[in-house]
């Protein structure tokens, strides 16, 4: 393999015009190619050279020029867009999509069910736990068991909790074709409907009345949580007082405490959501629970508009997640109510919900630097996509829609040049090809991102419809190429996904910052804070969880106790979950016209 630290003309001038020095593979020209060319300030002044250049002496060298001819206008393009060239591993995203799945089958919280993948029933190492949640010192005396873990620890936070099940229900939402052609559609309703019926029941009074509803905002002390117990959640203590292993306190939202409307709006986001999952066909199809849902979300969020004194923090202790404003979440919830208004047969021009809708939306007109991100505590842009795809509002506002959606693209679809080993501003590219935004979790930011390009590129719908094919083939492919760095088409060949190499020579992660998994499968064996430095793998493998991801110099290292880089959460996976559906879809039409992803990337096939 040639070095890479040569300058591009002369290794042009080597590969081109002289005998080489030594017999390459394609897949390494391939790979010099991706990698010079990517540095390259001036590709088209090489191209040219390569192509008219003369002195070729061999016929073998002829055929290697011919043999290059149609894979330099792959590397010259991929200068600009590196993600043009075949990857070298195929991934199945309707497997992955499955595992996903398995990871939020793993976070239950409560009587997990036998249909989980991950408990005893089936042979997995889940089983009930923290049955007594609503109840002792700091409880509401209610039973509020069940829902999903948020991480590697046993707390319930409803902030990302929300913004998660609102992003899965909208990538099933927005590819349902991909998603029953998968298989899928049926397991994602199911786990999207013990999540939702956790919400509700968090609800706990239930008013038309505005004032008179309540909200739990978190189960569990975050302090208590990280530093008193390392283990499984099935033999944690449960009632104990403050400053004890089993101290899981219930702070609820009110009307008098006058905050929590970035959370509370997040539940609404998440009950109209996953309402209109079960309105549709399917095993776990249920109108009666879908009304119920939803008549909760447009409860909860008159509730929510109440709660205008700031975004909520647990009155004691630390806060996990710290929300820096609750207007995109209002705006997010706003939209979805928007989307069941038309789902039930409304106008998207003339709906009530969708005019609440638009004024909510309004206030991030122009500020790009407020929704060019989507996470757990920037949801304003995810409105802009939903409202673009429901048309909600005049012609007028659908172009602020469309505007916005693509200033998120011009923020993450960046040139090559734009580095961060060159000290770009972010997000900038890593040396491996991932456009990186936040050392906390950077995968999920990315994979964020790939989710709304891959939503804005569809030709039936949504921001698609205003923008060239080309600029639509240009974010599938985008999305498709962080997708697979993540899955391991990476120069590390490092796979993030636990439990899933593409192949015997790739690696992923075995020891990733999670309690349950930690521990041996027998509940007979302790299971300790020793369990934490332990370096062997986790006995139970956590099918399908996105850890955090490397830094952005691509450097990442298997070890338990990184929880910025090892760590799993619940909003790691949803943004990644849908973007998955979407390239399942995907590769299977281009697969099905008979192209290859290079092809239809670079143009030549559509």
């Known amino acids: 393999m040639v070095s890479e630290s040569g300058s591009l003309p002369l290794l042009l001038h080597n590969i081109v015009l002289l005998e080489p020095q030594s017999t390459w593979s394609s897949r390494e020209v391939i790979e010099w190619a991706r990698r010079a060319l990517g540095r390259a300030s001036s590709a088209s002044r090489w191209r040219n050279r390569f192509l008219l250049g003369t002195g070729i002496v061999s016929p073998c060298l002829q055929a290697l020029r011919k043999m290059l001819a149609s894979l330099v206008v792959l590397t010259l393009l991929a200068a600009a867009t590196?993600?043009?060239?075949?990857?070298?591993?195929?991934?199945?995203?309707?497997?992955?999509?499955?595992?996903?799945?398995?990871?939020?089958?793993?976070?239950?919280?409560?009587?997990?069910?036998?249909?989980?993948?991950?408990?005893?029933?089936?042979?997995?190492?889940?089983?009930?736990?923290?049955?007594?949640?609503?109840?002792g010192p700091g409880g509401v005396n209610l039973d509020l068991s069940g829902g999903w873990y948020d991480a590697g620890d046993h707390l319930k936070l409803h902030?990302?909790?929300?913004?998660?099940?609102?992003?899965?229900?909208?990538?099933?939402?927005?590819?349902?074709?991909?998603?029953?052609?998968?298989?899928?559609?049926?397991?994602?309703?199911?786990?999207?409907?013990?999540?939702?019926?956790?919400?509700?029941?968090?609800?706990?009074?239930?008013?038309?009345?505005?004032?008179?509803?309540?909200?739990?905002?978190?189960i569990g002390d975050v302090a208590t949580d990280h530093n008193t117990w390392w283990g499984r959640p099935e033999q944690q203590p449960e009632g104990g007082a403050q400053g004890s292993a089993g101290y899981r306190p219930v702070w609820l939202i009110t009307t008098a405490n006058g905050k929590g409307a970035d959370i509370v709006a997040e539940a609404v986001a998440s009950l109209a959501s996953v309402s209109l999952l079960l309105k549709r066909p399917g095993a776990y199809s249920n109108t009666t629970k879908a009304a119920s849902f939803l008549a909760r979300a447009k409860q909860l969020f008159e509730f929510a508009k109440t709660l205008n004194s700031g975004v909520w923090a647990p009155p004691e202790g630390q806060n996990a997640y710290t929300s820096s404003s609750w207007n995109d979440d209002m705006a997010w919830a706003a939209?979805?109510?928007?989307?069941?208004?038309?789902?039930?047969?409304?106008?998207a021009a003339t709906s009530s919900a969708c005019s609440v809708a638009v004024s909510y939306w309004k206030p991030f007109i122009g500020n790009a630097n407020v929704y060019g991100?989507?996470?757990?505590?920037?949801?304003?842009?995810?409105?802009?996509?939903?409202?673009?795809?429901?048309?909600?509002?005049?012609?007028?506002?659908?172009?602020?829609?469309?505007?916005?959606?693509?200033n998120i693209m011009k923020r993450w679809l960046i040139p090559s040049t734009q580095t961060c080993v060159g000290g770009a501003a972010l997000p900038c590219y890593t040396p491996g090809g991932l456009v990186w935004r936040d050392a906390w979790g950077s995968?999920?930011?990315?994979?964020?991102?790939?989710?709304?390009?891959?939503?804005?590129?569809?030709?039936?719908?949504?921001?698609?419809?205003e923008v060239a094919y080309s600029t639509r083939v240009n974010r599938n492919c985008w999305a498709r190429s962080q997708v697979d760095y993540m899955l391991?088409?990476?120069?590390?060949?490092?796979?993030?996904?636990?439990?899933?190499?593409?192949?015997?020579?790739?690696?992923?992660?075995?020891?990733?910052?999670?309690?349950?998994?930690?521990?041996?499968?027998?509940?007979?064996?302790?299971?300790t804070w020793a369990a934490l430095d332990n370096t062997d793998p986790n006995p139970s493998v956590l099918q399908g969880a996105l850890v955090g991801g490397p830094d952005r110099y691509d450097a990442y290292t298997d070890n338990r106790r990184d929880y910025v880089k090892n760590e799993v959460a619940l909003d790691f996976n949803a943004g990644y979950t849908g973007a998955l559906a979407a390239l399942s879809g995907l590769d299977a039409a281009i697969t099905k016209a008979g192209c290859t992803w290079s092809s239809y990337c670079s143009m030549a096939c559509t």
Not at 84 to 99: P, R
């Open 443 to 465: 995968n999920r930011h990315t994979a964020n991102a790939a989710l709304v390009a891959l939503a804005a590129a569809r030709g039936d719908a949504g921001a698609g419809l």
């Open 159 to 218: 902030l990302p909790l929300g913004v998660s099940v609102s992003l899965l229900s909208y990538g099933a939402l927005t590819f349902e074709a991909a998603y029953r052609a998968a298989g899928q559609w049926d397991i994602a309703v199911r786990n999207l409907d013990w999540a939702a019926s956790y919400i509700a029941k968090c609800h706990t009074q239930a008013s038309d009345t505005p004032a008179y509803n309540k909200f739990v905002a978190q």
């Open 373 to 406: 991100d989507v996470n757990w505590d920037r949801m304003a842009g995810m409105a802009a996509v939903l409202l673009r795809d429901v048309g909600a509002g005049t012609a007028t506002d659908v172009a602020t829609y469309n505007t916005a959606i693509s």
């Open 82 to 135: 590196p993600f043009v060239i075949e990857a070298q591993v195929k991934h199945n995203y309707g497997n992955l999509l499955d595992m996903s799945f398995r990871f939020y089958e793993a976070q239950m919280s409560g009587n997990v069910p036998s249909w989980s993948r991950a408990s005893q029933a089936v042979g997995g190492w889940r089983n009930k736990s923290h049955a007594l949640d609503g109840t």
């Open 335 to 347: 939209a979805w109510l928007c989307r069941a208004d038309v789902d039930a047969g409304a106008s």
């Open 488 to 527: 391991g088409s990476n120069p590390q060949s490092q796979s993030y996904v636990v439990g899933y190499k593409p192949t015997t020579s790739h690696k992923a992660p075995e020891k990733p910052h999670h309690r349950s998994s930690s521990c041996a499968t027998n509940y007979a064996s302790p299971c």
